[in-house]
């Protein structure tokens, strides 16, 4: 059984509390950083042919304001945690769209490619309720469930464990590294670089000092996500 439709719900903190492990290195662009990438994030999934609308929860004006630009629902965030922010915007995803399933995706993928998302989101659909873990198999970057599913999100900390617990598939799929690279050091911000990240994030990331990492635009020898990865955008 496949889903047609989802909505994905994007997570996306004040910018004094985002990416605050990245400081050091990103200096006075830091909170540039966060919008970035978060951008990036949220328009990869729109783009995604799977994905009807994506529900960003916030409680910051300036990601607000450029993810709605985007083409985002954005909802405010009631500030009681990440996973009541999720919840928060499952509720409006079913209030939208009840028959659609339901996908929470986190804000800092900014290499993410539509056709790998759309890997994801179809495998998601033959179960009740199913996880992506990150790169470092400790936390999650994705979570879905079918539509009238329980919509139970267990992110932070060790989540992939959380979510096996809880009794939802975890995806081991191929061919998803830019669903799976989630950013929050400088070295997750490096690999994220060199899968190719989206052009708002390497239009910041340019001007970071972040020691060996690939330099030049995309079209220098790296993909931005806006490019296709397998054919499927």
């Known amino acids: 059984m496949q889903c047609a439709r989802w909505t994905i719900v994007v997570p996306v903190k004040t910018l004094i509390r985002a990416k605050t492990r990245l400081a050091a290195a990103a200096g006075p662009y830091r909170t540039d950083l966060a919008v970035a990438v978060a951008s990036d994030t949220v328009s990869a999934a729109l783009r995604c042919p799977l994905v009807a609308r994506v529900v960003v929860v916030t409680a910051d004006p300036v990601p607000a304001r450029r993810l709605a630009l985007l083409g985002a629902h954005v909802v405010s965030d009631p500030d009681r945690g990440l996973n009541t922010a999720l919840r928060h915007g499952a509720a409006e995803a079913v ?3 009840p028959a659609d399933a339901i996908g929470a ?3 800092d993928l900014p290499a993410l490619r539509p056709g790998e998302l759309e890997t994801v989101l179809t495998a998601a659909a033959e179960f009740e309720q199913s996880f992506v873990p990150d790169a470092a198999e400790v936390g999650t970057t994705f979570y879905g469930v079918r539509p009238g599913v329980p919509f139970r999100p267990g992110f932070g900390g060790e989540s992939r464990a959380r979510h096996l617990a809880g009794g939802a598939k975890e995806l081991t799929l191929d061919g998803i590294p830019s669903v ?3 950013v929050d050091t400088v070295t997750d911000l490096r690999e994220a670089l060199a899968l190719g990240v989206g052009p708002a994030t ?6 970071l000092a972040l020691g060996e990492t690939p330099s030049g635009p995309p079209e220098a020898g790296r993909r931005s996500s806006a490019e296709p990865a397998d054919g499927h955008e």
Do not use: E, G, I
């Not at 390497?202 to 001007?207: G, P, Q, R």
């Open 95 to 97: 209030r939208l769209a």
């Open 105 to 107: 995706l986190q804000a």
């Open 180 to 182: 799976r690279r989630d």
């Open 202 to 207: 390497a239009a910041v990331a340019a001007l």
